[in-house]
């Protein structure tokens, strides 16, 4: 049978919580009967013992008195007892039964008959106990005791376990209302996050990547569960921005070129153009944009971290970066941008052609972005078996709900900004991919319109 989670969780709780009840329960009343038993026998001990004290000292100067003894007979006789006093020649001091039969056998009848139908498991019927009668340590008779063994309730003793049987149903029915109130509240504390968890999760597989789970409970597993689904909710998001995002890009880059050589072509077919060196010129650098585009999307599936090939060499980070930053001298030397870069002679193992696409990418960045007469700072630090490269500029800086996402794919800051003025948006998503698989890491922090900080740290050897 298909059941809901709050329904097993339900029965699942009640079911312990009854188990729980019922086997204290049944403990309780085993032992409790157990130890009412014990105290039962060793009642009728004491009663015995205490019979057998005044006994003992009826018996003066050689003799019995027999009116002391027939009161006790009596009294004792009242309390399910039937007493038999002897000599020491065995003959009869006083005998209840010769004293009142029938009395003693009504009282047998009526212990009997009140044992067995409350406790008919029970095979109990009359006992004798037999004690000598001892004066100064000497033996003067023997004491005989009926009654109904092996134990006996009286009336106040019933009355006593039927009290404390009424206290455990009572409680039992007080215990099984509780569990029922806590199981009810219990399933639903686990399941009702689960649930919403299960319905936010059915809302993304249609595509709704917007909903978010606003439930807080105490239960970490949960929690981080409600987390999870959150947090996938937000990257599908994300993704599906940028996936959206990366199509108009693609289909606005794509649409200019493509529309300009439709029109020209179209001219050059109508006649309205003549064929000569600058409209061929014009017409092959909207070819070149296109390629150009086509080239970018081809680096996505060429840099990726998992399946790139290194070809891993020791080299000198200071000839590697000495060599990007000449390529860069003329175009830093026309926004009149002043590097600072302090020369450190570190090998590490690494593929110089791809660590100096890294580079390149980072410092076109910082050159883009950095307003005439800014400043760009490199440093290459060492720390134990570890380096640290840092590219810093004084640059416009970037804003805190775009840093988070500047190492995606296609991501720009600004939507606006075209492939002149922007790039495709992969820039920084190559450099991250590159450092991953050269077992590096980077990160960026940023400020708007104080500049950007990009951090790289790389093993020294690869192992």
């Given at each position: 049978m298909n059941m809901s989670l709050r329904l097993k969780l339900f029965l699942i709780f009640l079911t312990v919580a009854m188990v729980g009840v019922i086997t204290v329960n049944v403990f309780v009343n085993f032992f409790l009967e157990s130890l009412f038993q014990e105290y039962a026998i060793r009642k009728q001990e004491d009663k015995n013992a205490g019979v057998r004290e005044l006994i003992e000292n009826q018996y003066l100067d050689g003799r019995w008195n027999t009116q002391v003894i027939q009161d006790i007979g009596v009294s004792v006789l009242e309390e399910g007892m039937i007493l038999h006093v002897k000599d020491l020649k065995k003959k009869d001091v006083?005998?209840?039964?010769?004293?009142?039969?029938g009395i003693c056998q009504d009282m047998i009848q009526q212990m009997t008959f009140r044992m067995t139908s409350r406790y008919p498991s029970v095979k109990g019927g009359l006992t004798h106990q037999e004690y000598p009668l001892l004066v100064h340590d000497k033996a003067v008779g023997?004491?005989?005791i009926g009654y109904y063994g092996p134990f006996y309730y009286t009336e106040a003793d019933l009355f006593f376990i039927d009290t404390i049987n009424n206290l455990l149903f009572y409680?039992?029915?007080?215990?099984?209302?509780?569990?029922f109130i806590l199981a009810y509240f219990f399933s639903r504390a686990i399941s009702y996050p689960i649930q919403k968890v299960s319905l936010a999760a059915i809302d993304i597989a249609k595509g709704s990547y917007d909903h978010r789970v606003e439930v807080v409970t105490s239960t970490r597993e949960i929690n981080e569960l409600i987390q999870s689904i959150n947090n996938l909710s937000e990257h599908l998001y994300i993704q599906e921005k940028l996936r959206k995002r990366?199509?108009?890009?693609?289909?606005?880059?794509l649409r200019t070129p493509l529309t300009t050589l439709q029109g020209q072509i179209e001219a050059y077919l109508d006649g309205v153009w003549e064929l000569d060196v600058d409209r061929l010129k014009s017409t092959h650098e909207e070819i070149l944009r296109l390629s150009a585009l086509v080239k970018d999307l081809e680096l996505l599936s060429h840099y990726d971290a998992e399946t790139m090939k290194l070809e891993l060499t020791r080299e000198n980070l200071n000839d590697l970066m000495l060599h990007v930053l000449q390529?860069?001298?003329?175009?830093?030397?026309?926004?009149?941008?002043?590097?600072?870069?302090?020369?450190h002679d570190l090998e590490i193992m690494?593929?110089?052609?791809?660590?100096?696409?890294?580079?390149?990418?980072?410092?076109?960045?910082?050159?883009k972005y950095t307003p005439q007469g800014g400043k760009i700072i490199i440093q290459i630090i060492r720390e134990k078996k570890y380096c640290k490269i840092l590219f810093r500029d004084t640059g416009i800086g970037i804003s805190e709900k775009h840093l988070a996402h500047v190492f995606e794919r296609f991501y720009?800051?600004?939507?606006?900004?075209?492939?002149?003025?922007?790039g495709s948006g992969i820039?920084?998503?190559?450099?991250?991919?590159?450092?991953k698989a050269l077992k590096g890491e980077i990160s960026i922090s940023s400020e708007e319109g104080k500049g950007t900080l990009v951090r790289m740290i790389f093993p020294i050897n690869l192992e």
């Open positions: 006083w005998n209840a039964v010769d004293y009142n039969s023997t004491m005989v409680l039992t029915i007080i215990l099984f209302i509780t569990s990366l199509t108009q890009d693609i289909a606005h880059e390529s860069f001298e003329p175009a830093l030397a026309e926004k009149e941008i002043y590097l600072e870069y302090t020369e690494t593929d110089k052609h791809k660590l100096c696409q890294v580079f390149s990418n980072l410092l076109s960045n910082s050159l720009r800051v600004d939507p606006s900004r075209t492939r002149v003025t922007g820039g920084l998503a190559i450099c991250k991919e590159i450092v």
